[in-house]
């Protein structure tokens, strides 16, 4: 019966595309605050330690 599906009418794929396009710009928005954060906040090291020799360290 895995072969079967409901295929979707015009209501449905505007649903559909209103989904996409909602999950789109919410994560796409959210990529934007995480780069903020990180160019404001974090730098990069070139000498940054194994996170083996972080956990032994605290």
């Not at 999950?23 to 605050?33: F, R």
């Not at 906040?41 to 032994?56: I, V, Y």
């Given at each position: 019966?895995?072969?079967?599906?409901?295929?979707?009418?015009?209501?449905?794929?505007?649903?559909?595309?209103?989904?996409?396009?909602?999950?789109?710009t919410?994560?796409?928005?959210?990529?934007?605050?995480e780069?903020?954060?990180?160019?404001?906040?974090?730098?990069?090291?070139?000498?940054?330690?194994?996170?083996?020799?972080q956990?032994?360290?605290?």
């Amino acid at each position: 019966m895995s072969e079967y599906r409901i295929k979707p009418g015009p209501v449905g794929k505007a649903v559909i595309n209103g989904y996409k396009t909602v999950e789109n710009t919410v994560v796409d928005a959210y990529k934007k605050v995480e780069d903020a954060f990180v160019d404001t906040f974090l730098e990069k090291t070139e000498d940054a330690p194994a996170d083996s020799e972080q956990e032994g360290q605290q």
